[in-house]
């Protein structure tokens, strides 16, 4: 995993971007928990040269609207972490999936784009806010907020 020309989230005009990978949606994947590199210190463009298993049948990983979502952060210290960006990717697209036994090395690099959310009052997040009584419901709509306001 790589990124490139984050946007500085700190006073020294940089980052400290790490990357969180989990598989969504978590009702698909109820097993498998969200993982996570280690944080790069002052760069906007870091290389995390780490490896990330998730182990999936071949069913899970043929699953319709099975996808890998990457989340990427600022570190701070005194504060809570900035939200830099989010990239989504169908398991389904990614090599190696599907008795592609080929090595690591072989692999053809997937580049996604950062998105940030808007802020945008859409009738089905405000269907969803109504949803007490669902803590996923509820867990997702926090989360958007929280990605929003950042």
């Known amino acids: 995993i790589s990124c490139k020309n984050l946007r500085p989230c700190d006073s020294n005009g940089l980052s400290d971007p790490y990357v969180e990978v989990q598989l969504c949606p978590r009702f698909l994947y109820p097993h498998l928990e969200k993982q996570q590199t280690s944080v790069i210190k002052k760069t906007l463009n870091p290389h995390f040269n780490e490896k ?4 999936l049948t071949e069913k899970e990983c043929n699953l319709s609207g099975g996808i890998v979502h990457f989340i990427v952060m600022d570190h701070d210290l005194m504060w809570s972490n900035d939200f830099e960006g989010e990239a989504f990717l169908e ?6 999936i599907n008795n592609d036994n080929r090595a690591v090395e072989e692999l053809k690099q997937i580049e996604l ?11 089905i997040i405000e269907i969803l806010e109504q949803r007490i009584t669902d803590k996923i419901a509820v867990d997702f709509v926090r989360r958007r907020r929280e990605k929003e306001n950042q």
């Open 52 to 55: 990330f298993e998730f182990r």
């Open 91 to 96: 398991i389904w697209k990614i090599t190696g």
């Open 113 to 123: 784009a950062l998105t940030h959310p808007k802020v945008v009052r859409s009738r």
